[in-house]
């Protein structure tokens, strides 16, 4: 709530986590799927498509997560990627996963998002 400037409010729905997310200073969009990438709610810029993204975060996390593996590294807990200079944090929290798009050339809120995460996390034991 306090990210979100309405500290006196506990409980978001998905619709609005993603919209004020993408209202934070510095991003374009955010997205929240399922464990197999169904969209549960999406804002990204165009060309970009929540629907598509959504698909693919369960397959880029799992594929991530397994390299970690082969490499002994351990369990992978968050991504934080670039894409023509926008920023993307992608963190898996339970059966659902979360998705932040930054913009380009800007600060990315990363303390923020994982905030948020921390927070969605807590919710979806």
């Given at each position: ?14 619709n ?21 990438g ?19 975060l ?28 926008a ?11 979360f ?25 979806n034991?």
């Amino acid at each position: 709530g306090e990210i979100f400037g309405d500290p006196s409010k506990k409980e978001w729905s998905p619709n609005e986590i993603v919209q004020k997310t993408a209202s934070l200073k510095g991003m374009s969009g955010a997205v929240i799927a399922t464990n197999d990438g169904l969209l549960v709610a999406g804002q990204l810029p165009p060309p970009l498509k929540s629907e598509t993204f959504a698909a693919f975060l369960p397959q880029i996390f799992g594929r991530m997560n397994q390299y970690g593996k082969e490499l002994q590294i351990g369990e992978l807990n968050s991504l934080t990627l670039e894409f023509q200079k926008a920023p993307w944090y992608i963190v898996k929290l339970g059966t659902i996963f979360f998705g932040a798009a930054g913009k380009p050339g800007e600060i990315f809120p990363v303390h923020q998002l994982k905030v948020i995460a921390a927070d969605m996390g807590k919710q979806n034991r």
